[in-house]
């Protein structure tokens, strides 16, 4: 196992259009956790699952955003309708190992750009 | 808040000299989580420390947190080029969301 993986890496989108971002993470992992992160920034929270539960949700998941994690694996969040104010990394970390239950180990990221 | 405030905002050494980072937070925790990020990466999971642990070691990295003044410091001994990036702490209350800071910007001058 290689780690968390997130596709695409770069999406460049016009606005209006909707995306969607896939992570993949570590196989033994049951929770997963998106993340949004704008330059000179730290990630902030937007929504995390435990197996296929979506159990908490940010308030910065507007009804434009959905995540989904439908058997428990890799997860998607679409974004509908997209303004430039989206335009961010889209982090996608797991956690749940055995050994390291509640550390988070993070994806390269999905870069999104919105002209 | 749970969030984790990172200081100082930024921090120049020469390579060889450590560094020191601090984190402050609000609320009782579980356990301080640090990370590293390179410019443009993702973040990189560094140390986690419990909230009855008062300190650790991983290679050059020591942490240490001090519950009773909700405060953490990640120490890096004789630091490299290679460790320039943010570094950033998130305490966590269960295990469930992670709340960063703004994080320190370290640079090291070879």
């Known amino acids: 196992d290689t780690g968390v993986s997130q596709n695409p890496r770069h999406k460049i989108t016009k606005r209006g259009q909707n995306v969607t971002f896939r992570c993949d993470p570590i196989?033994?992992?049951?929770?997963l956790y998106w993340y949004r992160q704008t330059l000179g920034q730290g990630p902030e929270f937007l929504t995390y699952f435990q197996n296929e539960a979506q159990l908490e949700k940010s308030r910065l998941l507007s009804d434009r955003f959905s995540a989904e994690r439908p058997k428990g694996s890799f997860s998607t969040l679409e974004i509908q309708r997209t303004e430039q104010g989206d335009s961010a990394m889209y982090l996608c970390a797991s956690s749940g190992g055995t050994y390291s239950y509640n550390e988070q180990f993070f994806g390269p990221g999905t870069r999104l750009t919105v002209l | 808040s749970q969030q984790g405030e990172e200081d100082p905002q930024a921090l120049s050494i020469q390579e060889g000299e450590n560094a020191t980072m601090n984190c402050s937070y609000k609320?009782?925790?579980?356990?301080l989580q640090w990370y590293r990020q390179n410019s443009g990466r993702g973040l990189v999971h560094l140390i986690l420390?419990?909230?009855?642990?008062r300190e650790k070691h991983s290679g050059r990295l020591r942490v240490t947190l001090d519950t009773s003044k909700k405060s953490s410091s990640l120490l890096i001994t004789a630091s490299r080029a290679a460790d320039t990036a943010s570094y950033f702490c998130a305490p966590q209350t269960s295990g469930s969301r992670l709340t960063f800071g703004e994080g320190t910007q370290l640079t090291v001058n070879p």
């Open positions: 609320t009782s925790i579980n356990n």
């Open positions: 196989s033994e992992h049951n929770r």
């Open positions: 420390i419990r909230s009855n642990e």
